[in-house]
């Protein structure tokens, strides 16, 4: 079991809207071993969304077995949770999600602060990752004053800053032009060849699709088939 | 380390949206301005009702006719106080805890010099009443017993009605005023008092009791009534003593029985006592009032947080997502309020200084002294207050902010 990073076993997750329930997962199992790079493909309503969410610790299954990096964790509390993804989970969105007022230093800063790191290595290290994705020169920039693509390369160090277990990404490319898309895409890329990063792109583009050495098709809340590629 | 970067995290959040921070502090400042001000003014009128009260002279005790208010068994023929009970009351050998007995009879009359005239209340005084309430002359002579002998027609007049009746107080010795129309020759001159109510010290005129009684006295009133008998102890630790002598001395004289008088006696300490439970009062209501804008600051702080949570449920959620637990996010929103609430409070103790500085110029103005104290007790009474409005008010914005789960936080428009 431990030699996947992400081992999660009959995943379901029912939802209650009004009177109706919906079942947005219905027993979908996933695996993934360290250091490989995943695209989650599916319509809408296949219950990707689902998938990532309870992937990234963001929600509990309602059913099934989830353990990441040698730690079950379907059942934990909510500030275990919170805990589990700042160690374990760096997150990357298609809007950025950066704190508008904040610098770029700060917010790669962000989680380490949540862990409760001495200041001065979280200092040292949010450096280190800023430098790591090329925004050596940007660092004391609010986000407004930088390009789509050096938002979304902020928002990578700050996924990749904490050492993360797995790095979620949804929709990466999905608010850029497609140069700036390309550039991320290569950084994520060069990030896994270099460190061995564990990359999970969540995507309804079949181009990032392409690039990642497996793609998981959700379809019904069910895993489809396994394409090795 | 935590607590910096939280407060540098607020500040940041705060100053983002400066006019709504602004308009948000104001209600606070007000409230906490008014607060401290309503304090700080009550602070000074009890101060100076104690001073004017300890001005009239020290360890007095002031009888007069009538029963004390609120007895409930009525005297069957009450008497009226006299020169002859004033007498009593000074003789050392019954009451030895009395030192000086001064026995007064006022009215009210008109004083005339020239064209000029005014309307003041007369007291008839022996020279016993000089001693007693620490008057003195500036000029001229204090009425003197041989006066009251004489019953003769002359008066010492306060500082006030001469600048009202001769456009000065000096120089007006020796001249004749009409007191109802009967002349009166001016013997002295008050030394002023100041303070609020000794003014009317500095505008009454004094006759000798004699002869008030024979040309001022209403008809129907015994020949030797008196108004009122002030009564010094001989110490501030006789005044008790002083009390009993003379409550003795008067129930004989006036055959009344123990416990039932048909005169009261009061101490300076009874009256001191009184004004400063009035004034703590009502200090009490306006701060209470002042309180009232301070709870609706308090509720303006609730909503512009309720509404901050609002438009940042997203950030909550990328908080969140990124590790922060709920208490993360509880520090953070509490640490906005209370940081409003503060500010506010600080600037509203400049507020309120400023308040206390304008009432005590305007009070100036109008020729009373009123200092406003604004106690350090006070300042951080009101800043730790403010804190705690910032707190209670700020706690259930931050707790929804708090329970936000990450996921719905995050899908958030």
Redesign the interface.
Same mark, same amino acid.
């Given at each position: 079991m431990t030699e996947y990073v992400v081992d999660a076993q009959d995943l379901t997750k029912v939802y209650q809207m009004g009177n109706i329930e919906v079942q947005a997962l219905r027993g979908a199992s996933i695996q993934i071993a360290p250091s490989e790079v995943v695209s989650i493909m599916g319509p809408s309503g296949s219950g990707k969304s689902t998938m990532m969410n309870i992937l990234g610790c963001l929600d509990r299954p309602s059913s099934g077995e989830y353990t990441l990096d040698g730690e079950l964790v379907s059942n934990l509390s909510d500030d275990r949770l919170s805990f589990i993804r700042n160690e374990k989970v760096g997150f990357i969105f298609q809007n950025f999600n950066l704190l508008k007022l904040t610098s770029a230093l700060d917010n790669v800063e962000l989680p380490m602060r949540y862990s409760g790191k001495p200041s001065r290595k979280v200092h040292e290290k949010a450096k280190a990752a800023l430098e790591a994705v090329g925004l050596g020169d940007r660092m004391h920039h609010r986000p407004n004053e930088l390009s789509g693509g050096q938002q979304q390369r902020v928002a990578i160090a700050r996924a990749l800053v904490n050492d993360p277990a797995i790095i979620l990404a949804d929709e990466p490319t999905g608010a850029l032009d497609s140069k700036s898309g390309r550039e991320v895409m290569e950084l994520l890329l060069n990030l896994n060849k270099e460190r061995g990063t564990t990359l999970i792109f969540v995507t309804h583009d079949p181009n990032i699709a392409a690039m990642t050495q497996r793609v998981i098709h959700l379809r019904d809340g069910l895993v489809e088939d396994l394409q090795q590629q | 380390? *935590?607590i910096i970067?939280s407060i540098r %995290?607020a500040l940041?959040?705060l100053t +983002?949206s400066k006019l709504r921070s602004s308009l948000t502090i104001l209600g606070i400042v007000i409230g906490v301005g008014a607060v401290i001000a309503m304090l700080a003014i009550g602070r000074g009128a009890t101060s100076s009702v104690t001073s004017s009260i300890n001005s009239i002279g020290t360890n007095l005790i002031f009888i007069s006719s009538g029963s004390p208010s609120g007895s409930t068994t009525k005297v069957t023929n009450p008497k009226q106080l006299t020169l002859d009970d004033a007498e009593a009351l000074a003789n050392t050998l019954a009451a030895p805890a009395i030192s000086t007995v001064a026995p007064i009879v006022t009215s009210r009359a008109q004083i005339t010099y020239g064209s000029e005239s005014t309307d003041v209340s007369v007291l008839g005084i022996t020279a016993a009443y000089a001693t007693v309430t620490s008057e003195s002359v500036t000029e001229g002579t204090f009425i003197t017993d041989a006066q009251n002998t004489g019953k003769m027609t002359v008066a010492v007049i306060g500082p006030d009605t001469a600048k009202t009746l001769f456009g000065a107080s000096t120089g007006v010795v020796g001249k004749v005023i009409h007191i109802n129309g009967q002349s009166f020759h001016v013997v002295g001159v008050l030394k002023a008092k100041g303070g609020s109510t000794s003014s009317s010290q500095d505008t009454s005129v004094l006759i000798p009791i004699t002869t008030a009684q024979a040309r001022l006295m209403h008809f129907g009133e015994a020949k030797n009534a008196v108004d009122s008998i002030e009564v010094q102890a001989a110490s501030s630790d006789k005044v008790t003593e002083a009390v009993d002598q003379i409550t003795n001395i008067l129930n004989i004289r006036h055959g009344t029985a123990v416990g039932v008088n048909d005169f009261t006696v009061r101490t300076q300490a009874d009256i001191l006592s009184t004004a400063t439970s009035i004034t703590g009062v009502l200090t009490l209501f306006l701060g209470g009032i002042a309180g009232i804008s301070l709870l609706v600051g308090g509720i303006g702080i609730m909503n512009i947080m309720l509404v901050s949570v609002t438009e940042r449920t =997203? %950030?909550i959620g @990328? $908080? *969140? +997502? @990124?590790? +922060? $637990? =709920?208490?993360?996010i509880l520090v953070q929103f509490l640490t906005e309020s209370i940081l409003l609430g503060l500010v506010g409070g600080l600037i509203g103790v400049l507020l309120a200084w400023g308040i206390t500085s304008a009432v005590q110029v305007i009070a100036a103005a109008s020729s009373t002294t009123l200092n406003p104290q604004i106690g350090l007790d006070s300042v951080l009474l009101a800043t730790l207050f403010s804190m705690a409005v910032g707190l209670v008010f700020g706690l259930y914005p931050a707790n929804r902010a708090a329970s936000l789960?990450?996921?719905e936080a @995050?899908r958030f428009e």
């Open positions: - | 380390m *935590k970067l %995290e940041n959040s +983002a =997203r %950030e @990328l $908080r *969140k +997502a @990124l590790g +922060a $637990r =709920r208490s993360d789960q990450p996921v @995050l």
